[in-house]
């Protein structure tokens, strides 16, 4: 999956919320049917995402994910009836710990793909790393099942789950070696990595600076609640004009030593193997979406 680098969750109990996210610049717009909905307006909810899911968008407009009830709860067979619909590009499901939690959405998928005339496979999970049983098994989840594009950290119910204060101060130190090892999980498996949530829905500057030690720490993309953290957040995560020109010079290079028969060069004064020509790539696959790439 190319690099994404925005998620947004939407309420999917508000129509005009979500008609607006899909105008918006978001990579990615999870419409939710979790903790962003109360228990009984959940059925209206899902009928909400699901009408929202089959109205024709602009080409470039967010991809469409619903993150729908977790495994263990009885609301996600009826979220998965409502939504697996043509219009649905992926699922987010929350506070993940076990294969066989991933194993039991996906053959749920495969089912309803086959029903209603998917394509197999087309559905696409980004899994949600919740707890610290979730996330020791972080490794294991990100390579369960082909269908799975990612990990997400989660930092709220983690705090929870691990005793942390209730008021998170600053950038979160704390959460250090669990964004470490949950990006660390996603790369393993060769899937993207996406942060958790800026609380503090004013502070830009602190979102920035958290933002910015997400990236340094290798997240590929974050998530966030409100439309105002967007510009922030690809702004952060969108590479530099230097650095698309030095990825298209470093791949036009590499290629032509690897039609040569060589395995690396010397470009820059540095030795460059495979490993990071794979990071050009990723880079340019990014800025080529994004419309940067012609610069």
């Not at 999917?12 to 978001?26: E, Q, S, V, Y």
């Not at 090892?181 to 602190?206: K, T």
């Not at 050009?280 to 990014?286: D, P, S």
């Amino acid at each position: 999956m190319d690099r994404m680098r925005s998620w947004m969750f939407v309420p999917g109990n508000i129509p005009k919320m979500i008609d607006k996210a899909l105008a918006c610049a978001a990579d990615a717009i999870m419409l939710d049917l979790e903790d962003g909905v109360v228990p009984e307006m959940k059925p209206n909810a899902r009928l909400t995402v699901a009408a929202s899911l089959a109205k024709p968008r602009p080409a470039r407009s967010p991809a469409m994910f619903v993150r729908v009830n977790g495994a263990q709860t009885a609301d996600l067979p009826l979220d998965l009836d409502a939504v697996v619909v043509v219009g649905l590009e992926g699922l987010t499901v929350p506070k993940v710990e076990t294969a066989e939690e991933v194993h039991l959405v996906s053959a749920t998928l495969d089912r309803l793909e086959k029903e209603r005339g998917l394509r197999q496979g087309s559905v696409r999970l980004m899994l949600a790393i919740e707890t610290a049983r979730g996330l020791f098994a972080s490794p294991t989840l990100a390579s369960t099942s082909p269908r799975v594009v990612g990990l997400m950290f989660g930092a709220e119910d983690f705090s929870t789950d691990v005793g942390l204060p209730t008021k998170r101060e600053g950038i979160a130190r704390e959460f250090l070696f669990a964004r470490s090892m949950l990006v660390y999980a996603a790369a393993s498996a060769g899937v993207i990595s996406v942060d958790a949530v800026w609380p503090e829905l004013r502070d830009l500057d602190g979102l920035r600076r958290d933002a910015e030690m997400a990236r340094s720490l290798g997240f590929l993309g974050k998530s966030m609640v409100h439309p105002g953290h967007i510009d922030v957040v690809n702004a952060v995560f969108t590479p530099s004009e230097s650095e698309i020109a030095f990825s298209r010079d470093l791949i036009a290079e590499f290629e032509k030593a690897v039609a040569a028969g060589k395995g690396s060069i010397s470009f820059g004064g540095k030795l460059v193997d495979r490993p990071i020509y794979a990071r050009a790539v990723g880079t340019m696959r990014l800025a080529e979406r994004i419309g940067m790439a012609s610069r």
